[in-house]
């Protein structure tokens, strides 16, 4: 039996509740985290920009709930890409990661998972690649002096769809402090993923993992990466969590879904019925979820 945290992602959650209101919910719904978002919308970029105040209160929700924040998910950088050709793109995105790691450290969270897109609105070239690996050495640099993790999430491109690419990275970036976010999703749906041998081969470099399911890309599919039911997918939950028992993975796993935000008629219900599907697999495999106090 191994023990590990479960989270939820914050955008399947309701999303007119407080912060507190977010925390009590989260709680209640038999979490033990909630996965933060700071997504390329005006809205969630804005945090990056919280007052000394803002702060507070944030933490004062969450500990007032007996809640945590494993993780921040810094989706942003599809907006601002580390790769863009456009100088003043990427000065930006190193700017918003700096603003990122500080708002880490007064929130108490460990853990930034980056998007790995080099560029997404733009073409993607040689040149893309190159100053994407420039600037995250550079943000590696400045997430090691504050003792941040930074975390590639397996993305629904090609870029970045493997944990052995990031570990690729990883060899040019020598740091402790950088790693992989895999999103079994993700690397299930692209074909030419073994994933149990990804899972077994880079167990190390692994900090998070995400719980998503996913339709395959194929020969007349570009596949079908959010909003897919969990069991009407391609991933074999059963099997990979198995797998990550025999490993000993004692890291947590996010619940990934967007119901919140994609104002479904009743998330609270959704988000119930995929902790019941992973509860079930939970037991079948045996992963014990962390006590929730």
């Known amino acids: 039996m191994t023990e590990n945290a479960l989270g939820i ?17 989260t709680h209640d719904l038999g979490f033990n985290f909630l996965e933060f978002s700071i997504d390329e919308s005006d809205e969630r970029l804005a945090r990056l920009d919280w007052t000394d105040e803002q702060r507070a209160s944030f933490r004062d929700a969450m500990w007032k709930t007996h809640s945590r924040i ?14 863009s050709k456009d100088p003043a793109i990427r000065k930006h995105s190193l700017e918003m990661m700096e603003k990122a790691i500080d708002l880490a450290v007064d929130l108490g969270i460990h853990n930034i998972q980056m998007a790995g897109y080099d560029v997404f609105y733009e073409d ?14 550079k943000c590696v640099h400045m997430a090691a002096k504050k003792m941040v993790m930074l975390s590639i999430e397996t993305m629904d491109d090609p870029f970045l769809n493997s944990i ?17 976010y895999p999103d079994l999703g993700n690397l299930s ?13 880079y167990l190390d470099n692994i900090a ?3 719980l998503k399911d996913t339709k395959a890309v194929t020969a007349t599919s570009k596949g079908q990466f959010k909003n897919v039911n969990f069991g009407d997918g391609c991933v074999d939950f059963p099997g990979l ?12 796993y996010t619940i990934e879904m967007w119901t919140g935000d ?28 962390e006590a929730v106090k």
């Open 189 to 201: 749906a692209w074909p030419e993923n073994n994933v149990p041998v990804e899972l077994e081969t």
């Open 9 to 25: 992602y914050e955008k399947a959650l309701p999303q007119d509740l407080s912060w507190e209101e977010k925390f009590q919910l």
């Open 262 to 289: 994609n104002g479904d008629s009743d998330p609270v219900e959704e988000v119930k019925a995929a902790k019941q599907y992973f509860d079930r697999i939970f037991k079948e495999v045996g992963i014990v979820q």
């Open 208 to 210: 998070a993992i995400h």
């Open 164 to 180: 052995s690419k990031i570990n690729e990275l990883k060899t040019q970036i020598h740091s402790p402090w950088l790693q992989a």
């Open 124 to 137: 993607k070239t040689m040149m893309s690649r190159e100053l994407y690996i420039e600037n995250l050495r």
């Open 70 to 83: 494993n993780t921040m998910m810094l989706s942003g950088h599809r907006r601002y890409p580390l790769g």
């Open 241 to 252: 969590l198995k797998e990550l028992v025999r490993l000993q993975y004692n890291g947590s």
